[in-house]
């Protein structure tokens, strides 16, 4: 009776399997959960509303917030979208309507190589083209330094949602007279919006959270800054500041600012899964 | 069908101003006499993807105000020909060709004639029908004339409705122009497809299997339909659907393997062709 026992082989080898992708998925997730677990019980306690609008309180003192940080955060998230979102979607667009085969290799290939670059590259890069020549830290070279990193994701996000878009729209849109770059931005874009959508708050989300690029681009700032052209405060600098620092109050309002900065990613990323599930209902 | 009568007289009597000398090309290009004005002369077109060859040496004239079927087995070079009228083939990588077409004595492919400008003259309608998922019923109509730089809005909601009444959709969907096109049923999205086309004002209509993907009901509508726009538009249709173009055409063409083989009225060619192989295809005999 070779084929049963060959049957119980076969079934308790996939009993293994299935426990062990199990434990693994379990084993990927669990990081997550507890880190949430974690932020919350550290951060709640320092959660409150002046810690959305106060300015960091002097050392010695307890109390105040990290609102600077948090709308620094947001300026810098707007200014990177301004650089990154018109160029990886154009890019994107060339990818997908105009390149041969060839050059989209190259592109494609270089976007990556980009997209594995280290942050604190990009950081440089900011550094040396808006830093060095108007000779002072700004919310502006932060953006940049920002912006350069969401250039490659919303390029390629761009390009495949892109090329979802069936031909037969593009030659109904050839087909009634308009040119080629008329149909792309009025009908091709259009139809793809929620994809490319998606693609950017992807994109926000990933630098959301970046801290390198910004050590000596946005560099920081314990106050309001009043123009973009001054050194700003982003919540990942003033939770590494504050968390490297040997006071208590301001390691529980680190843990407040790691939690707030999740919660922002979480939203961004909340949002993808909306769009992308209203994508497929009709 | 009293639907009919509206149609017909919907549109003005003046064909638009377009640009197209008609008068100076048509006596030049043609000495077989007065008989009926030529739209399309086509000469000795051939048509070559990369390596191989899809049409081969075709001459045919198409005739003004006349429904043209082309028939023939998949494969046979239909659609290739019909995009090569509109110079829709261009868009696949490596298509060229040689001979010549002239629309109402205007080279189609001469120097400096702009393939927009082309196709505005010359619409078409897919085998599948494809609003734009984007757009309401009446921006889908009117698309063409807006993103071509039509601001004028009298104008916009008269040729709302004209294009509309003409593809025989106005009465099903007047009272609902704001909801999206694909919301429709397929038959009707097709006529909003036909709406679109014939909204920026063309010279000639070219049907790719219009009716391929559509029920019994919706295929008769749009044949009725066929039939009222030969009163004010030159119809070039493809058909796999030998009775289709026994039913809606005056002229027939039917080509095999690239090449034309006959070419003459609708009725000769199903009743008395002069080629066997047209005789044999038409009477089922292959394809």
């Known amino acids: 009776m070779t084929v049963t026992s060959n049957h119980y082989l076969r079934r308790s080898k996939n009993l293994l399997m299935n426990a062990l992708s199990v434990a693994c998925a379990v084993l990927v997730i669990s990081p997550l959960g507890l880190i949430l677990f974690y932020l919350v019980r550290q951060g709640v306690t320092a959660l409150n509303w002046d810690f959305f609008t106060h300015l960091p309180a002097p050392v010695g003192q307890t109390g105040g917030g990290m609102g ?21 979607i154009l890019g994107g667009a060339y990818l997908s309507e105009y390149g041969g085969d060839r050059i989209n290799d190259w592109i494609r290939f270089w976007a990556d190589v980009l997209n594995g670059v280290p942050s604190i590259v990009w950081g440089m890069v900011a550094y040396a083209l808006a830093v060095v020549p108007f000779k002072t830290f700004s919310a502006y070279s932060g953006g940049l ?11 390629r996000t761009t390009e495949e949602v892109l090329v979802l878009v069936p031909r037969s729209y593009r030659e109904a849109a050839l087909a009634l007279g308009l040119p080629q770059w008329k149909m792309i931005a009025r009908i091709v874009l259009p139809t793809a919006l929620k994809g490319i959508i998606t693609g950017v708050l992807l994109a926000m989300g990933r630098v959301a959270g970046e801290t390198a690029p910004l050590l000596f681009t946005a560099f920081g700032n314990s106050h309001w800054s009043h123009s973009l052209a001054e050194p700003i405060a982003a919540l990942p600098l003033q939770i590494f500041a504050y968390a490297i620092s040997p006071y208590d109050d301001w390691h529980r309002q680190a843990w407040a600012g790691a939690l707030v900065l999740i919660l922002l990613v979480f939203a961004l990323s909340a949002g993808v899964r909306l769009l992308a599930g209203e994508r497929k209902k009709p | 069908m009293s639907a009919q009568e509206p149609i017909a007289t919907s549109r003005p009597p003046v064909p638009p101003a377009t640009k197209s000398p008609p008068a100076a090309g048509s006596s030049s290009a043609r000495a077989e006499g007065a008989a009926p004005e030529i739209t399309f002369d086509i000469r000795d077109l051939s048509v070559f993807y990369g390596a191989s060859q899809a049409l081969q040496n075709v001459t045919l004239q198409v005739l003004t105000h006349q429904v043209t079927a082309i028939i023939g087995p998949s ?8 995009r090569t009228l509109n110079r829709m083939h261009e868009l696949t990588p490596g298509a060229r060709h040689t001979g010549s077409i002239r629309l109402l004595g205007e080279d189609l492919y001469g120097p400096g004639i702009d393939p927009t400008i082309v196709r505005r003259q010359v619409g078409m309608v897919f085998q599948k029908s494809n609003p734009f998922p984007t757009l309401s019923i009446a921006e889908n109509v009117l698309v063409g004339l807006r ?63 219009p009716c391929s993907a559509l029920d019994p009901l919706a295929t008769a509508k749009i044949e009725e339909l066929i039939n009222s726009l030969r009163a004010s538009y030159t119809v070039i249709i493809v058909t796999h659907n030998m009775q289709q173009a026994a039913r809606v055409s005056d002229r027939t063409a039917f080509f095999y393997l690239g090449k034309l083989v006959e070419y003459d009225e609708t009725r000769t060619i199903f009743m008395n062709p002069a080629n066997p192989q047209t005789e044999a295809y038409v009477s089922g005999r292959f394809g």
Request: proline letters at 4%; glycine letters at 12%.
């Open chain 1, 68 to 88: 600077n940080a948090i709308t620094g955060t947001l300026k810098l998230l707007a200014l990177a979208s301004v650089v990154g979102v018109p160029v990886g």
């Open chain 1, 145 to 155: 330094a920002l912006g350069f990193i969401m250039i490659p994701l919303v390029l």
């Open chain 2, 75 to 82: 494969g046979c070079g239909k659609s290739t020909f019909i």
């Open chain 2, 147 to 209: 993103l071509n730089g039509v601001r004028d809005k009298a104008l916009l909601r008269e040729r709302l409705e004209e294009s509309l009444r003409m593809a025989a959709l106005w009465d099903e969907v007047k009272d609902i122009l704001g909801r999206p096109g694909i919301g429709l049923s397929g038959g009707q999205q097709q006529r909003l497809c036909i709406a679109r086309a014939l909204a920026v004002r063309p010279e000639v209509l070219l049907m790719d299997e």
